[in-house]
């Protein structure tokens, strides 16, 4: 059990940390972020507060509206609020920015390989969802909405909103919303702790890209 329990941890912290960094990677191509990095970006540029910063701030808002839909939180779902933007501002502190085209779209593609890599991690350990994932899961139970429908509706307020306040949008947030779905399912799968006394644990369902938001 102890044992298990290090792997869960490692898992999601390794998980939250690396999705940082991925985060830090599309920002440094320049060539359109995910969802909510485009809300992150635009928010950053209006209050002059680091990227990193903004999405500590925006998580812990988010974690606020679990409270009116009742949703709980887990272990997860608190270090995800300061894990991600950390690791973010780090990474950026390292990463200079670059101009030239043939070194922005190998760190696109780095960032969203290493996005589904860091969503396999943390979601297989079991420690609860990202603030903004649980805020989906708990609108699509209040309302009834399907998870899709949910999901579509929240990005495309996301994108929007980061969009009119100065957020990138382009290829790499189209690349994004197509690759990260089967990326994270395969991730997943790679990344399955073994339950204790199963010695297997499903962590996705027939359709896990349905439910794959930022954390």
């Known amino acids: 059990m102890p ?40 928010l950053a540029e209006r209050t002059g507060m680091s990227i990193g910063v903004v999405s500590i701030v925006v998580g812990a808002v988010v974690l606020l509206l679990w409270i009116p839909i009742r949703q709980r939180p887990g272990l997860g779902t608190v270090s995800n609020v300061f894990v991600v933007g950390l690791a973010m501002d780090a990474t950026l502190a390292l990463v200079p920015g670059v ?46 909405r399907s998870i899709r429908v949910v999901r579509t509706g929240l990005e495309i307020a996301v994108v929007a909103s980061g969009f009119l306040l100065g957020g990138s949008v ?21 990344f399955a702790v073994p339950g204790p006394e199963t010695g297997s644990t499903v962590v996705a369902g027939a359709s896990p890209r349905q439910a794959i938001l930022r954390p």
């Open 3 to 42: 044992r298990h329990l290090t792997r869960r941890l490692i898992q999601l912290y390794a998980g939250l940390a690396l999705y940082g960094v991925s985060s830090a990677l599309l920002v440094r191509a320049g060539l359109g972020l995910e969802p909510w990095g485009v809300l992150h970006q635009g």
């Open 99 to 144: 101009h030239a085209l043939a070194v922005r779209v190998p760190l696109l593609l780095a960032g969203v390989v290493l996005n589904g890599v860091a969503t396999g991690l943390y979601i297989s350990a079991r420690f609860g969802p990202g603030p903004r994932d649980g805020l989906m899961t708990g609108l699509h139970r209040l309302t009834g």
């Open 170 to 190: 382009g290829a790499g947030t189209v690349l994004y919303a197509l690759a990260i779905g089967p990326l994270a399912q395969f991730f997943l799968r790679v």
